[in-house]
């Protein structure tokens, strides 16, 4: 496994967001985007928007706001680069970073992993209503998610 | 009519529907469910699949239904992993308990002779499996109000508002506690 990344304030970091978590008639995201102690998010400076948005898309996300980590930061919150590695045995998502993390396993416990995104990170950390709403309030909707006929 | 997500129909009817999407189906015989439209397990769909049945695609429209009741009663199709980052599914219960505060917001605002399809809040599915019911943006531009809808067993709402000066949190497990909220919405206290 190579070395972590270690983000900086300036990095930019992708969420994808469910199209029920999206008011489109105002085009923005609601609080509930942002809403989990381990929030997931994509390292813009480890792939590329168009990347991060077709992986999205296989799971049926089709929208992508992003911001800036020095906001995660500024909230209090800790940002760890950590590559979503798939167990084989289990096809569950094993996380080595955090030992807190609900997919977390210790390197005994796991032998064959396969990693499905190098670019991902994940926000931790206690987040109040107050919290969240700053997120909605301050990302930037990179791709809106399309209209349905 | 009653929707399902399911690979076991769309395995076997792959120009109609693809893998994991929802699908409306309908059957001579329907089976009683609680609720009007109700997600079947993959299992109920198994057994169903001895009925001659019409497939066609009918996914809820997350994006533009705003109407708040129907959010809410297709929170049961989120299925695990509804977020890509691991979301769990929302039970029966939860969606009754927040089905429950809409009743009450309802009343209130329809008792208060104010017409609910302005007031009626926004619902929206929490990555951590709260329900959130939002009042704010372009309709509600002093004041704004969001109540959550937490998996807790105690005092499992939680409420923000803000207005320009200040933000307020807390939680409550009365229902009864959202009136001095809806109060303060419109500027009443």
């Known amino acids: ?149 | 009519m009653f929707v399902v997500r399911n690979s076991a129909i769309t395995a076997n009817t792959p120009k109609l529907a693809s893998l994991s999407q929802d699908v409306a189906i309908t059957i001579a015989s329907r089976p009683s469910f609680i609720g009007g439209d109700t997600a079947l397990s993959k299992s109920s769909t198994a057994a169903n699949n001895n009925f001659p049945i019409q497939v066609y695609q009918t996914e809820f429209d997350w994006i533009t239904n705003t109407n708040a009741f129907q959010r809410l009663k297709h929170l049961i199709t989120l299925k695990d992993n509804w977020d890509g980052y691991g979301a769990t599914e929302f039970s029966k219960q939860h969606i009754d308990k927040a089905l429950e505060l809409f009743t009450v917001i309802q009343s209130y605002f329809n008792a208060s002779n104010l017409s609910f399809s302005h007031f009626s809040p926004f619902i929206a599915p929490c990555s951590d499996g709260a329900i959130l019911f939002e009042w704010s943006g372009k309709r509600f531009p002093d004041r704004e109000l969001e109540i959550f809808v937490t998996t807790k067993l105690t005092d499992p709402f939680e409420y923000l508002k803000s207005n320009q000066d200040c933000e307020e949190e807390g939680r409550f497990a009365d229902l009864g506690c959202v009136i001095p909220l809806l109060e303060w919405l419109l500027g009443s206290n």
């Open chain 1, 1 to 149: 496994m190579t070395a972590n990344y270690q983000v900086q304030p300036v990095d930019k970091l992708f969420r994808w967001l469910h199209p029920g978590q999206f008011k489109w008639d105002e085009m923005r995201p609601t609080s509930a985007a942002f809403r989990d102690f381990y929030m997931s998010v994509d390292i813009a400076e480890l792939t590329s928007l168009k990347a991060s948005y077709e992986r999205a898309k296989k799971l049926k996300k089709d929208a992508v706001a992003s911001f800036k980590a020095q906001l995660a930061l500024e909230l209090k919150q800790k940002i760890y680069h950590c590559p979503t590695q798939i167990c084989k045995a289990t096809n569950e998502s094993v996380c080595m970073v955090d030992a807190e993390c609900r997919a977390y396993k210790d390197d005994t416990s796991v032998k064959e992993l396969t990693c499905t995104n190098a670019a991902h990170g994940c926000v931790v950390g206690n987040k109040t209503n107050s919290v969240i709403k700053s997120f909605a309030k301050t990302c930037n909707v990179e791709i809106f998610p399309p209209e349905q006929s």
